[in-house]
């Protein structure tokens, strides 16, 4: 909603929901039509990961836990969540992939967290695409030379600051020490070289690799150097990896208000800025699932104390700057904030009052990574649109369920195989940001620090929850719920635009963007109404408006014509097919 009155606009209720026009099944009944298929062990262990919520007691989620094998997931591996979504944006390090050539060829700019070189920093290596290439040789005799030759020449040819190694699966299995090589070799060439054992198996997921990642950056880099910007109001923006230029949209709305960035981790970010972080005054958290343990650290060794805030929703955006201005508690500060605001809203009320009259109503359904599948149904109230259903890929239950349940969390093996690193006031270095008695008057006065509600709080009732959805799933879902738009990524794009539904990416936001916040909020309703409103959907009759082919169903028309061609053209493949070892040997009855 454009302005923050309590009396909600036409079209939605009254708890500020927007209102489908079209009727909506009830999530119960589409909960048991979707497990009715699995197996009884594999429906138990969905049970717990399809809900259906309740704002107010959230109900407990299965998440972070295996995916059973041969359910089509969503998920990525440990290493892509620590080299590609956590470190990999620093643009002025080298980040060498040790391990046979895929792992990095797919790693190599598939996600845009977009960098540009600057005036008095012309260097971006992130074009570059590094690896050791092990090879069988390498992974019988072991890859360990072989690195430390792909960090002598890489450091040769570039020079860099630091150089960061990342393992990936088959180093874990072989017994590589990468630590080891990394170590002699910043004794031999005199800059940071630091590895990562993020081997895709480590965890559950993604997940596991940004907490690797999150210990590795605070060890290796943060606190190398303690000069502080001169700037006033400082913050780092954490969680926030420039995905087609987010960042940029938030740096230079905060620049209006007055609010200086120290750095972004780790959107376009030098490796100078991630050294100096913590001098900052208050670290901002966007993405509480990727970077929450980093915010956790800061505060330990330093004092810094981070708060959650959400720029991606007119009025988050709103909400997250008073939240910063609430925290520096500076008059001329906070009066800036709000012109700013104003004059934000002013640009963006007609762009978003055009877009609602063409979406109210509207549905969307969200199945993405572990932080945007919750802020983005932010950007579709804005417009009037309900979210019907939404889940994450691999967030844990803090981030549905909020943190208050971290007590309750269970550890289990899977989680145990990442460390936990014992962090502890700095003696020298540990300032806190503010007295205890400013503590106690902003909490008097309902400032949160540390603090995430989580997805479920701010999601309508009887919303259909759904952790790491699976292809049948998501199949089900447009059927049964027909939403207008489902956003998610490449691996389920063409399999819901084939059943007749438009799919925003919204990992690489499918080259568009940036969408975070007053501008971007303007360029995502624009795209909503692109997608939605266009006519090509109608000319697609998805494969649940037709009726049932009986010669393609499979063990339905065993007579059917198709059926009989499949039949006879295996028992011909069968009948032409020779064992090759025996057609070169020599015939052993002749
Ligand atoms: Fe955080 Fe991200 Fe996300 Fe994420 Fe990601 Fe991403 Fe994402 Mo893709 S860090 S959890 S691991 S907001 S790459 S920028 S879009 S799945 S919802």
Redesign the pocket.
């Known amino acids: 909603m454009s302005d923050l009155s309590t009396t909600p606009p036409e079209g939605y209720d009254s708890e500020g929901y927007p209102i489908p026009t079209a009727t909506q099944p009830d999530s119960e009944a589409v909960r048991a039509e979707m497990l009715k298929i699995y197996p009884p062990k594999t429906r138990r262990k969905r049970e717990k990961q399809l809900l259906a919520n309740n704002p107010e007691t959230p109900p407990e989620i299965g998440a972070n836990t295996r995916t059973i094998p041969g359910i089509i997931t969503q998920r990525g591996c440990t290493y892509a969540?620590c080299r590609?979504?956590v470190i990999g944006p620093i643009h002025d390090i080298l980040h060498i992939t040790h391990g046979p050539v895929g792992c990095s060829y797919y790693s190599w700019l598939t996600?845009r967290n977009l960098a540009r070189p600057k005036p008095d920093q012309p260097i971006n290596f992130l074009q570059y695409c590094m690896t050791t290439d092990m090879q069988e040789e390498d992974i019988v005799f072991g890859g360990e030379k072989k690195l430390a030759a792909a960090i002598r020449e890489a450091y040769a040819m570039f020079k860099p600051k630091a150089i960061a190694v990342y393992s990936t699966c088959p180093v874990g299995l072989i017994g590589d020490d990468v630590h080891a090589v990394c170590r002699q070799a910043k004794a031999e060439l005199g800059i940071n070289i630091f590895g990562f054992s993020c081997e895709g198996y480590k965890g559950v997921s993604?997940s596991a690799g940004?907490h690797i990642a999150n210990n590795g950056v605070f060890k290796h880099m943060v606190g190398l150097n303690d000069e502080a910007d001169k700037e006033k109001f400082r913050i780092n923006v954490l969680?926030e990896?420039n995905?087609g230029g987010d960042a940029w949209e938030i740096d230079t709305l905060l620049k209006k208000c007055g609010i200086h960035v120290t750095a972004t981790l780790s959107g376009d970010i030098s490796y100078e800025q991630i050294t100096k972080c913590h001098t900052s005054d208050l670290n901002v958290v966007l993405?509480h699932?990727?970077i929450n343990y980093m915010a956790e650290m800061m505060e330990t060794k330093f004092g810094v104390p981070w708060i959650k805030a959400n720029f991606t929703g007119a009025e988050q955006t709103t909400k997250s700057l008073r939240k910063i201005g609430k925290y520096f508690d500076d008059k001329q500060l906070i009066d800036r904030i709000e012109e700013v605001i104003a004059q934000e809203m002013a640009a963006l009320r007609p762009v978003q009052e055009a877009m609602r009259k063409r979406l109210q109503g509207k549905t969307a359904a969200m199945f993405?990574?572990?932080?945007?599948?919750h802020h983005y149904q932010h950007l579709f109230k804005d417009v009037g649109m309900l979210t019907v259903s939404a889940g994450y890929?691999f967030a844990h239950r803090d981030d549905y369920e909020g943190r208050k349940v971290l007590p309750s969390i269970k550890i289990d093996a899977d989680s145990r195989n990442i460390e936990e690193i014992e962090v502890e006031a700095d003696p020298k270095r540990f300032s806190p940001r503010k007295t205890p008695e400013q503590l106690e008057a902003l909490k008097a006065g309902g400032f949160n620090f540390k603090d995430y509600d989580g997805m479920m709080v701010e999601m309508k009732k009887s919303t259909l929850v759904i952790d790491d959805i699976s292809h049948h799933e998501m199949e089900k879902l447009i059927e049964l719920y027909k939403p207008d738009i489902i956003c998610s990524?490449i691996k389920d794009k063409f399999v819901i635009e084939k059943l007749g539904v438009p799919c925003k990416q919204?990992?690489s936001y499918d080259y568009g963007g940036p969408y975070t916040v007053y501008t971007g909020a303007a360029n995502f309703y624009k795209e909503l109404d692109r997608m939605i409103n266009t006519k090509v959907w109608k000319l697609i009759t998805p494969s649940w408006k037709k009726p049932a082919d009986p010669t393609i169903a499979l063990g339905k028309g065993i007579d059917s014509p198709t059926n009989k061609a499949i039949r006879e053209t295996v028992a011909g493949m069968a009948k032409a097919w020779k064992p090759q070892k025996a057609a070169a040997a020599p015939d052993a009855e002749g």
């Not at 993405?368 to 599948?373: K, N, T």
């Open positions: 969540g590609g979504v996600r993604q940004h969680g990896y995905i993405c699932r990727s993405v990574g572990g932080s945007r599948a890929e990524g919204l990992h």
